[in-house]
């Protein structure tokens, strides 16, 4: 026999004719009742009284089950038994063969659905929010189960943005999302609008009624948004106690809030708030891990080309569609770039060259161009969301660029400055078509990206620029070409200080002597402009001259400095006067070359000019030769010939000082630098190893260099077969 104690009366009479013998299991919930009859079982069997949680077959109700042993004699309870299991013991029959047995039992079901109901479902939300790990699956159950658990018909949640300044809608419930997202997508902390109040002052806002919803928040009415007229904004709070979010949870009746409601929803926020802010944190860690990879992946292939168009495209096509749906950068007009590069991408290969000719049309002073212009000037990015199409069409004349807009798709645009050393360099954009739009975690990335590319394309158009300039140089200073060598490959970069628009003085040169020697020359002109200019060709065609009589390394560089210290004695008159011109000294490296059955031997001799390198078969980096006496300075000179033997795949470098004057702070590229270079060149073909050292060099540095650099690589091959 069971009694009832239910709050529900209802309850109480379905129940009270039922619960006799073993009918009363079935009122149990199916997963409940092997406990509730074992627990029977035991106390029958002479067990302990006990209380059991249980629930209740249809519907989520609880109750709380105590069995009990009874006195079954008809003397003493006419056949309704008597409870004694509450401190007499059980009730025995102890004429019974084999010792005492129990005769009865009775129960007690109390319904505790509002208790032990709820705490199971907390429980049941708290292991399910255990169980996820991305922050849009908890949203996804905060915005369902939780809102659920406190008995709401509609929700809506917040998250703070990135930058802190507004809140940002995640997901909603029982309301138009469309409308939600337009109206309330975004929701600046100074609004007074329920749920940044709730980030201001950090703690729950609760509003009963209708009325009240209009007296305090006029400007949540709106005709296409049915709000609840009772509502409670949960403010979410991180393991450090600040606000992250806001939850609102919205009831279709008027509700009496008590200190008991307030607790309870307070506790719900809680945990869903612990959950949330454990999944975020894990995925900002995991994202901004994906990211220094994306990055450092980015940076490395930008790095591995030197031509600026490549490169461009390169940037473009990597960050599609990881950031956008396509991406175009495009670098300023110059007077050495009067067509600017670009580069672009998107997900439908097919709008690449549209969207290039787009980008190649745009007028080339980014700086004059409306809105774009002024945010470029100011070295701020311009996003733009609804509006981004209209301004991308009115940068165009002609109806069909503009057609061409519709075509690429623009919903929304992020346009970000290149800044590098001081200077703007051009502009990265980034698109979406319709349907996508930016999250804050793309915005973060797609401007660590344009900070980060900026250094790195523009080294790429330095490059550009000074190879051009090394042209244009070589066709006065330079060789127009390096002879070919049996059995010796030879390579040679030049990079000239001032962006390339300054004329240096240091030069390589290479050329053959006779039937059986070639002429290698590396040095370094004091000075810059158009007096280095002169003196260098004076130097370089002295040096050919000299060799071609068959002397020594030293006895050519013993000629230069003659006539080094002659053109200083010069003077040009103006006026009457004597104007001295700047003396006309410099250091220079002279080799003398020849291939053998066995490799090349090289006799050097070094004019005050830093010492050669010599890269062993065996991996060691060594410098060959001996220092030597500045040339155009003294007539006393101090000069050594030196012979060196590389066998087959063993290099020579020559170089100049303006590589190991480089500076980072206190720390100079040095010698250390170029050996290090060169061992990680060393390798390669003798042209790839002058240009891996010289890009190692201009890398050491964020900053124009202020020397010239030159270097001179000489690689003895295998002999052919």
Known sequence: CVRVEAADPALTARLAGALRGDGWLDELHADDRPRAADQLATVLAGGPAGDEPVRLAGGDRWA?????????????????GTDTGTGAGPAVDTATAGGPVVLGAT???????????????????????NRLRRPAEIVRAMLGEGVDLVGASSATLHLLSDAGDELVVAGSVGLPTDVLEERYGRIPLGSSLPAAEVMRIGRMIMVSSEAERRDRYPELEHRAIAIDPAFAVVPLIDAEGRPFGAMAVGFPHEVAFGPADRDFLEDVAAQCAIALDRARLADAAERAQENLGFLAGLSA???????????????????????????????????????????????????????????????????????????????????????????LESLFDDARDRAAVDAVGVDSVAIFPLQARGRLLGALAFGNRPGRSFDDAELSLARAVATRSAIIVDNVRLFHEQYRVARALQDSLLPGSLPKI???????????????????????????????????????????????????GLVRHTIRSAAMGGVMPSAVLT??????????????????????????????????????????????????????????????????????????????????????????GESLVCYTDGLTDRRAGRRAFGEEGVVKAFYQAARLPANEMATAIVAEAVGFVDEEPVDDMAVLALRALDPEP
């Open 64 to 80: 709380i089950l105590r069995i009990a042993a009874v006195d079954t004699d008809p003397d003493t309870d006419n056949g309704a």
């Open 107 to 129: 129960g007690v079901l109390v319904d505790a659905t509002r208790s032990l109901g709820v705490t199971a479902r907390m429980a049941r939300l708290v292991e399910g929010f």
């Open 301 to 391: 292939a930008l790095s591995s080309s030197l031509d600026i168009d490549t490169a461009l495209n390169q940037l473009a096509g990597l960050t599609v569609p990881r950031i956008a749906d396509w991406c175009v950068v495009r670098l300023l007009e110059t007077t050495a770039q009067p067509r600017p590069p670009v580069g672009a991408a998107h997900v439908d290969g097919a709008q690449v060259p549209h969207l290039t000719r787009l980008v190649q049309r745009i007028p080339r002073d980014l700086i004059r161009t409306g809105p774009l212009g002024e945010a470029l000037a100011d070295g701020r990015p311009l996003i733009r969301g609804a509006a981004a199409a209209g301004m």
């Open 486 to 536: 049996p059995g010796i490959g030879l390579g040679a970069r030049y990079l000239a200080a001032g962006g390339g628009f300054d004329v240096g003085g240091d030069f390589y040169d290479a050329f053959q002597a006779d039937a059986n020697w070639w002429i290698v020359a590396v040095g370094d002109v004091c000075g810059h402009g158009v007096e280095a200019a002169a003196t260098t």
């Open 559 to 648: 000629h230069l400095n003659e006539m080094l210290l002659r053109n200083s004695a010069e003077r040009d008159v103006v006026d009457g006067d004597l104007v001295p011109v700047s003396p006309p000294f410099c250091t220079v490296l002279v080799g003398a070359v020849q291939p053998t059955a066995r490799g090349v031997d090289i006799i050097l001799c070094s004019g005050g000019h830093p010492l050669p390198l010599v890269g062993r078969a065996t991996g060691d980096v060594e410098p060959v030769g001996q220092p030597g006496t500045l040339l155009g300075v003294t007539e006393e000179l101090s000069l050594s010939d030196t012979v060196v033997h590389l066998d087959p």
